[in-house]
């Protein structure tokens, strides 16, 4: 699932965005959309949910947090998401691709460029998701990296903990620990690799997601905190 957030603090203009990025999107992608009103409910949310949000169509001129200011925000904290500027202005469009942009597009020409950006977009996306390609019950998966939350070491196999599944197949944690971790992962235990999307807080001995926690051994406890502070 593609989750999608929009800031603008015109109401008008956010459901302009919002039916276009409906419209567009509906046959093409599993979405979820948020919608926000201003710079600092955006800001409270990546707080609370650092990894809540894949794609951000972002307005530029709001009150008293604008764009920019929430732009630096996720930029300094290096939150993993997208940025389209959605803007009246071409002033800032020099600052925006400071802050690694996708697009950057003016209000006036919403309707007609909008459509396309999100269009292509997925398509950038598709094309550099990352997969598994693992052997289960005697059949292939192929199994996107983003849908890992985290991987399990039980006995001579791992299990592939999902967003709504689990896959098991013969492996060692050594034999993917180290693309794992070109891919986001860090192992935390002996038994754990966990995705750094999926953690929500880091604690003394553990890590805790969305719906559980998992233990930190003092083995990986120095990784852990390097990794996920």
Do not use: W
């Not at 492996?171 to 235990?189: L, P, T, Y």
């Amino acid at each position: 699932m593609l989750q999608i957030a929009i800031c603008d603090d015109d109401k008008k203009d956010l459901e302009v965005i919002y039916d276009c990025l409906s419209n567009t999107l509906f046959d093409v992608e599993d979405i979820q959309v948020s919608r926000y009103q201003s710079g600092k409910e955006l800001i409270t949310h990546l707080q609370e949910d650092p990894g809540g949000c894949d794609l951000l169509l972002l307005d530029i001129g709001m009150e008293p947090v604008d764009g920019m200011q929430a732009a630096g925000y996720i930029r300094d904290n290096k939150l993993d998401l997208d940025i389209i500027f959605i803007t009246k202005s071409t002033e800032y469009v020099y600052q925006g691709y400071q802050y690694r942009a996708y697009a950057y597009i003016l209000k006036e020409h919403l309707k007609e460029n909008l459509p396309e950006v999100l269009v292509r977009y997925v398509e950038d996306l598709i094309q550099s998701e990352a997969y598994m390609n693992v052997a289960s019950s005697g059949e292939m998966h192929r199994v996107p990296i983003s849908a890992i939350r985290y991987i399990e070491s039980n006995g001579r196999k791992l299990i592939l903990h999902l967003t709504d599944d689990e896959i098991s197949f013969y492996s060692k944690m050594s034999d993917i620990e180290e693309e794992m971790a070109k891919q986001g992962f860090v192992r935390i235990h002996q038994s754990y690799m966990v995705s750094k999307k999926a953690v929500r807080t880091l604690r003394k001995d553990s890590v805790a997601l969305d719906d559980l926690e998992l233990p930190v051994s003092r083995r990986y406890a120095d990784l852990a905190k390097q990794q996920l502070s």
